[in-house]
């Protein structure tokens, strides 16, 4: 089992920036990738960000690339998301994710099935 926690969100106005931090505990050495979604109010629920726990390899939606910057604190088991020049919309609830698994089709990681693990979410809202 793993529990993640996110915390971080906030308002921010157009071109502001927040960073997004989900710690994990349990069983952390397990974990293989973490996972940013989120949320719009009416959508569905959306990959944003991935890393790969041991490597540290990173995927993007192409809509954040070259905004959001996903990095690992390894020894506090913390996953951040760093997020600049935000966009009204980027307004969403964020969920931390993890998966245990691996896949050797790395695009089932931009699906939310694939993991089994979530956090509560986190609002973030931007505003012009």
């Known amino acids: 089992q793993v529990q993640l926690e996110e915390s971080g969100g906030g308002s921010v106005q157009v071109g502001g920036s927040l960073r997004l931090s989900c710690a994990a505990s349990g069983r952390t050495s397990s974990i293989y990738v973490m996972g940013w979604f989120r949320q719009a109010p009416g959508k569905e629920r959306e990959f944003v960000a991935s890393?790969?726990?041991?490597?540290?390899?990173?995927s993007y939606v192409y809509s954040v690339r070259g905004r959001f910057t996903v990095s690992r604190d390894n020894a506090n088991n913390t996953v951040y998301l760093q997020m600049n020049s935000l966009k009204p919309e980027d307004t969403a609830v964020y969920y931390c994710?993890?998966?245990?698994?691996?896949?050797?089709?790395?695009?089932?990681?931009?699906?939310?099935?694939?993991?089994?693990?979530w956090g509560q979410g986190t609002q973030v809202t931007v505003s012009s």
């Open positions: 994710a993890a998966t245990m698994n691996y896949y050797a089709n790395s695009d089932v990681y931009k699906q939310t099935r694939y993991f089994g693990y």
């Open positions: 890393l790969r726990w041991r490597t540290g390899t990173t």
